[in-house]
């Protein structure tokens, strides 16, 4: 019985972190999140392993972040902040 509401809970605020955890990075949030950082678009890039021009088209809303390593380590700066 208690491993049963125990297990329940933890799906429950499972299912809660995944809901506020979204996925789509719009220009406004990359930006936001490297001018938190206190970062360059270089030092930005950098720290996501792409290119300068790529941090740049993401924040002009001409490209956005795929799906992979890029999206992990953009939820990992968006954590550092």
Do not use: C, N, Y
Not at 62 to 73: E, H, N, Q
Request: a negative charge.
């Amino acid at each position: 019985m208690w491993e049963t509401a125990v297990s329940k809970r933890e799906s429950q605020v499972e299912t809660e972190l995944m809901s506020t955890l979204s996925l789509d990075f719009d220009a406004g949030r990359v930006k936001a999140i490297r001018v938190l950082l206190g970062e360059t678009q270089a030092e930005f890039a950098d720290r996501l392993s792409v290119s300068p021009d790529m941090v740049h088209r993401w924040e002009t809303g001409k490209a956005i972040p795929m799906r992979g390593p890029v999206l992990k380590a953009l939820l990992d700066a968006e954590a550092a902040v």
